[in-house]
DNA sequence: AAAATTTGACCTTG
DNA sequence: CAAGGTCAAATTTT
């Protein structure tokens, strides 16, 4: 539906994301690697974005293969303009109920997945206006929209847990922000080298995402989170400490879990990571 | 008081 | 009809 062949813009986007969050966190790994880089984040914490990224863009270019969302392809049709049209009388002329739930279908949107450990702030302004329980998900899924709908910004995303043991968030947004964006659009994380361990913490995190977040939890936990790490009780499964190892990936990449208590810094993993940094350089 | 969230009702789609 | 997406009244937060 979109001009400019549709596949291509999407190889775009993946090449985005591989050069501008893969490449950056491995740039930054090989000079921990090489020992330089001694107030950059944790080189496992590098790692997982590293691999974060490769799984973001297998997911970009062959949609999702793995699940139960509806599929993220940007194929699709506005359908029966008729909602428009007959909407206003359609809605008031039944019994006596009011006007809930009219509401005009999902116009032509392309989509956009990307898969994080926590909620992200890309930067945007949003408003919750849902929650669902998903059928066989353990956890329900939570729908956003621009804040500044009113000027016209008819963007959308939603943001399911979709695991526990890494904690793993999806997000799906849908359609493109035509507001005025206040400061960068699409930075997910700074990662300054400088500023050491600028790692995810809820104390990182915007309004929206704690409310995400508590919704996801039991009620007890509830409206506790104001700019406050939530309740004590295993609140560090909450967070995305730098020291955390990354074993157990979504099942794309797996990393080293082999050898239990040693050190990974095997051998040769420099010439191993010259490898993985040579795709990228190649990948342009 | 205004703005954001919660939550069940309502609508669309398959 | 079930499942998922959206609306909007009620509620909570700022």
Partial sequence: MDNLGGGSS??????????REGRDSATQLRSVINGNGENSPSAQKLVKE??????NSLLLLNNNPTSEFHDASNVQL???????????????????KPRRGCYKRRRTEQT???????PIDDGHQWRKYGQKEILNAKFPRSYFRCTHRDQGCQATKQVQRVQEDPILYKTIYYGEHCC??????????????????????FSTLSKQECAFLSSSFPSSVKRECKEEIPPSTSSNDYLISSDLTFDASPRHLTLSSSTPH??????????????????FLEFR
Avoid at 10 to 19: F, G, N, S, W
Avoid at 50 to 55: E, G, K, N, R
């Fill in 78 to 96: 506005w359908d029966s303009p008729k909602l428009e049209d007959s909407q206003e009388s359609n809605c008031k002329n039944s019994t006596v």
């Fill in 112 to 118: 956009r997945e990307k898969e994080s450990e926590a």
């Fill in 180 to 201: 005025k964006n206040m400061g960068n659009p699409e930075i997910i994380l700074d990662m300054s080298p400088s500023s050491s361990s600028k790692f995810l913490s």
């Fill in 10 to 19: 999407t190889r775009m986007k993946a090449i985005e994301d591989l050069l």
């Fill in 50 to 55: 590293v691999l974060m990224s490769f799984h």
């Fill in 262 to 279: 040693s050190e990974y810094k095997a051998v040769d993993f420099p010439d191993l990571f010259d490898d993985v940094f040579q795709e």
